[in-house]
């Protein structure tokens, strides 16, 4: 893995950033069709998908089809993994089930295989700024991402500088938040904390 991220990204100052660029690069993508049924969710994307709060994107793709391509990665199988747009790909489902059949071809970036570890950033770094997130969606990425960076830096990755800088950065909030978000799941009792996870307690 540390071949393929020096490969990847030559010497990391800030794996963030480079993984930003990357991302938002066409190194290693190619654009496709595929049948919305070859579309498979990514067991890795926590974020929650509202099925009553796509309307505005389904009508958006009904008139101009999807604008903005979900990356995916070629599965063992033949399918394709989402690493981004899994609201999309549930909006495209939800027109095709209502009788949009010119509407199964969906457009994606077929992303070269990577390690779990790094698609597993890519996907938490692609919602982390596509999405409004709430603060307990905020924590539990940068739970996950300071995970996978421990991990990564176990397998010879070096990251200079403080862990909590590269969370945030990955993650797209400040530090200050970060350390916030890090007090309240460290000290908050499980009833107050149950509330806030629901949004029904500010931070």
């Known amino acids: 893995i540390t071949q393929q991220i020096s490969k990847t990204f030559?010497?990391?100052?800030?794996?963030?950033e480079e993984l930003?660029?990357?991302?938002k690069s066409d190194a290693g993508k190619r654009l496709a069709e595929v049948d919305i049924d070859d579309l498979v969710s990514n067991e890795a994307n926590f974020y929650a998908v509202d099925t009553d709060k796509l309307e505005e994107l389904k009508n958006s793709i009904a008139l101009s089809g999807i604008m903005d391509p979900?990356?995916?990665?070629?599965?063992e199988d033949g399918k394709y993994r989402l690493i981004s747009g899994h609201?999309?790909?549930?909006a495209v489902r939800a027109l095709v089930a209502e009788g949009r059949a010119d509407l199964r071809k969906v457009p994606v970036f077929v992303r070269s295989p990577r390690s779990a570890a790094m698609e597993e950033l890519e996907l938490i770094m692609a919602n982390s700024t596509a999405r409004v997130l709430s603060s307990a969606e905020v924590s539990?990425?940068?739970q996950r991402v300071e995970r996978l960076l421990y991990e990564l830096k176990e397998q010879g990755v070096e990251f200079p500088g403080r862990m909590r800088d590269h969370v945030?950065?990955?993650c797209n909030v400040s530090k200050t938040k970060i350390a916030n978000l890090h007090m309240i799941e460290e000290n908050?009792?499980?009833?107050?904390?149950?509330?806030?996870a629901a949004g029904k307690l500010p931070d």
């Open 10 to 16: 030559g010497l990391p100052r800030n794996i963030a």
């Open 20 to 23: 930003k660029k990357v991302s």
């Open 70 to 75: 979900p990356t995916v990665t070629e599965t």
């Open 87 to 90: 609201r999309r790909t549930a």
């Open 140 to 142: 539990q990425a940068a």
């Open 168 to 170: 945030a950065e990955a």
């Open 188 to 196: 908050l009792i499980q009833d107050f904390k149950t509330q806030w």
